[in-house]
T-cell receptor
Framework: DQQVKQNSPSLSVQEGRISILNCDYT??????FLWYKKYPAEGPTFLIS?????DKNEDGRFTVFLNKSAKHLSLHIVPSQPGDSAVYFC????????????FGSGTQLTVLP | GAVVSQHPSRVICKSGTSVKIECRSL??????MFWYRQFPKQSLMLMAT?????????EQGVEKDKFLINHASLTLSTLTVTSAHPEDSSFYIC??????????FGNGTRLTVT
């Protein structure tokens, strides 16, 4: 049973426009969520996170929104740049888990110049 | 910032041999390291949690006798794939964290068993 789901395996966006990547989770115990960016043959790189006590966290061009009632979070990238092209993983964890993360299956974002 | 180094980045071995993968935290002490495995077009699956000075905790379905984990120091954890078979071919990634900071990942090891 997938506890963290990314239903869109791929997304293409024009440079300068907004990219919206979505993630759903089923485990209500999760209270901390992260987004990672991954290039081929490299490990994931931490991008941004959000605690369940917030509904929004912003860092430069990246904003993560959390809707606890819907068990849904999204990552907004604006404006999108060609260098943003990568696989984006949503991950979730809960207090006391020793930082064990449950990952979604990833979304390949392609930003077209 | 914190850096996690993983070695080797790519390894090809023959079926039946063992392969050791190293994961080092370069500028911080990691009491806990994690080992993940990723199949093509799938998510990273947690294999085990490696605690310094104690036995690793394995996730359900992961054979502890096949995937030996040693966390001998605060900066080094190793994963040994014993008697490797072609179905063990995968991308293995380690990660570590400091206190409440987000996990930092190594660059992964592409294992191919022929």
């Amino acid at each position: 049973d997938q506890q963290v789901k990314q239903n869109s395996p791929s997304l293409s966006v024009q440079e300068g426009r907004i990219s919206i990547l979505n993630c759903d989770y089923t485990n209500s115990m999760f209270d901390y969520f992260l987004w990672y960016k991954k290039y081929p043959a490299e490990g994931p790189t931490f991008l941004i996170s959000i605690s369940s006590i917030k509904d929004k966290n912003e860092d430069g061009r990246f904003t993560v929104f959390l809707n606890k009632s819907a068990k849904h979070l999204s990552l907004h990238i604006v404006p999108s740049q060609p260098g943003d092209s990568a696989v984006y993983f949503c991950a979730a964890t809960f207090s006391g888990s020793a930082r064990q993360l449950t990952f979604g299956s990833g979304t390949q974002l392609t930003v077209l110049p | 910032g914190a850096v996690v180094s993983q070695h080797p980045s790519r390894v090809i071995c023959k079926s039946g041999t063992s392969v050791k993968i190293e994961c080092r935290s370069l500028d911080f002490q990691a009491t806990t390291m994690f080992w993940y495995r990723q199949f093509p077009k799938q998510s990273l699956m947690l294999m085990a949690t490696s605690n310094e000075g104690s036995k690793a905790t394995y996730e359900q379905g992961v054979e502890k006798d096949k995937f030996l984990i040693n966390h001998a120091s605060l900066t080094l954890s190793t994963l040994t794939v014993t008697s490797a078979h072609p179905e063990d071919s995968s991308f293995y990634i380690c990660s570590a964290s400091v206190h409440s900071s987000p996990l930092h990942f190594g660059n992964g090891t592409r294992l191919t068993v022929t």
